[in-house]
């Protein structure tokens, strides 16, 4: 993947009303997930923006509540591309993946974002764009190649992830689909349904005529 850096200040100022006053600065109002599980009680520091989430059996997480500027993550947002967050935060860097962004359903700018830390231990799953290659041979005897899914999600630790995952449809005849379960990558995992479709290569009114005509 790409690296993407990017700068956030903690954010202690929590509720609806102080990130609504957030986005009128030009601020988004950003949660960092994924640290290290914890024994509780916490008998550590917690630095400025974390907090303590309780998952169960005396063993919580830490997250830190952050602010970014809009402008700052515009390039990060709006692109098909996917990349690795170098987070620059309380003096410190942490490696980091977007997780979910939630928009505005008019406005269609961006409320809240989450991020998910990432380390060369432990896997991360993500979307990653797909990118078809060759030419199917059932596109040569009048096909349409159709693609379903413009992103796989995909398992792996975050360094083996690729920026696209590409699938060579040479073979793929008139009329056929490929699915997940026919794809493989070293090193990642495909966490998608066997059974969904990738790409298929469609029936055109020309290709039943000429299918027609040969029997």
């Not at 063993?59 to 402008?71: F, M, R, Y």
């Amino acid at each position: 993947m790409k690296t993407f850096q990017l700068t956030a200040e903690p954010r202690t100022d929590l509720g609806k009303k102080a990130a609504k006053e957030l986005r009128k600065s030009n601020l988004i109002p950003v949660v960092l997930n994924g640290g290290n599980v914890i024994d509780l009680p916490f008998a550590g520091t917690l630095k400025p923006g974390e907090k303590i989430v309780e998952i169960g059996n005396n063993k919580g997480l830490i997250t830190t509540d952050l602010t970014v500027k809009a402008d700052d993550v515009r390039k990060l947002i709006y692109t098909p591309d996917i990349f690795a967050i170098e987070l620059s935060v309380n003096g410190e860097t942490r490696n980091a993946v977007v997780k979910d962004i939630q928009f505005h359903p008019v406005k269609d700018n961006i409320l809240h974002i989450d991020l998910l830390e990432v380390t060369d231990k432990k896997p991360v799953t993500i979307e990653v764009p797909v990118k078809l290659e060759g030419h199917a041979e059932g596109v040569k005897a009048g096909g349409k190649l159709n693609l379903s899914m413009k992103k796989i999600k995909v398992r792996a630790i975050y360094t083996e992830i690729p920026e696209r995952v590409v699938i060579n449809v040479d073979s793929l005849g008139l009329g056929k689909t490929l699915q997940i379960g026919d794809l493989h990558f070293d090193g990642l995992e495909l966490v998608n349904a066997k059974n969904a479709v990738v790409c298929a290569v469609a029936l055109t009114r020309a290709a039943r005529g000429a299918q027609a005509n040969a029997q």
